[in-house]
Structure formats: C-alpha cells, structure tokens
C-alpha cells in the first residue's frame, strides 16, 4: 500500500522528519506549533506505522529506556522531497490566511476552489478534477 499523505498533520509530521529525526512527542510538537491544534496520538502513530511498513522512516532506540527517534530513511528522504514543493506552498498558505493551495496540484486558489473533507481534515482544491485525482 502506498503511503497517502492527505491532510496537514500528515504533511507536517514527514516536513518535521525531513528537517531531522524526531520523538513522537517532539513531532506532536511541531504539528501543534504550526496548526495551532494539537494532534491526538491516533492521527500520529498509526501514520507513523505506515511510514516504517513502507521504509520511508526508521526508529532508533534512545538512551536504553525504550526512547523512540523516528528518522526518514533514503528512501524517505526522496519521498518527502518530491513533495516539497506542494508542501512549501501549502504550509506558506496556512501562513497568509485568505489564500488557499490546492492539494492535489499546488496551484493557488484565492477565491471559490472546492472543498472536500478527508480524513476530518478540510482540504481546498482548484477544480474538480484535481479533488478527485486526490481522493482515488
Ligand atoms: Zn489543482
């Protein structure tokens, strides 16, 4: 199964990775510093699961008391750069409040755009088309 990257916390917790390796809780961190929310265990570990089952992550024990680091592999690595661009623009987006990146193709939906809930997550696309490229 390939790993989906659907809403923002996922997006965040693979950008995390990419700048170093990371706790769990240091990643929930992060994902709260950005989104202003704090994510629960259940949006962050079972991803991180799908990470390790397809190894894009890693996990080092740390200091002998069962400590978990998690640290993209080379593999990972190459994953989280090809979508580093739509990343960049997406969290840039989140920044400037009134604009929007579409998800699936990265362009800039300042007004109208569509609107799906994936995931419980809202997510904003420039046209049908890409909303539907994203979900199948
Ligand atoms: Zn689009």
């Given amino acids: ?3 989906k990257v659907r809403n923002m916390v996922k997006m965040l917790v693979i950008f995390s990775l990419w700048q170093g390796k990371k706790h ?8 709260e510093k950005k989104t202003g929310k704090r994510p629960s265990a259940s949006q962050i570990y079972p991803f991180l699961e799908k990470l390790m ?3 894009l992550i890693e996990v080092e024990e740390e200091g002998g008391r069962g400590k978990k680091v998690y640290r993209l592999t080379e593999k990972g ?3 989280v750069e090809k979508k580093l ?9 989140t920044i400037e409040k009134d604009l929007s990146v579409c998800a699936h193709c990265g362009c800039k939906v300042y007004e109208g755009g569509i609107k799906k ?6 997510l904003k696309f420039c046209c049908e088309h890409c909303a539907e490229s994203y979900i199948s």
């Fill in 1 to 3: 199964m390939p790993v």
């Fill in 117 to 122: 809930v994936i995931d419980e997550e809202e």
């Fill in 85 to 93: 661009d739509i990343f960049s623009d997406i969290i840039a987006a």
């Fill in 77 to 79: 690595i190459e994953f």
């Fill in 53 to 55: 089952d397809n190894n």
């Fill in 24 to 31: 769990g809780y240091e990643l929930m961190n992060e994902v």
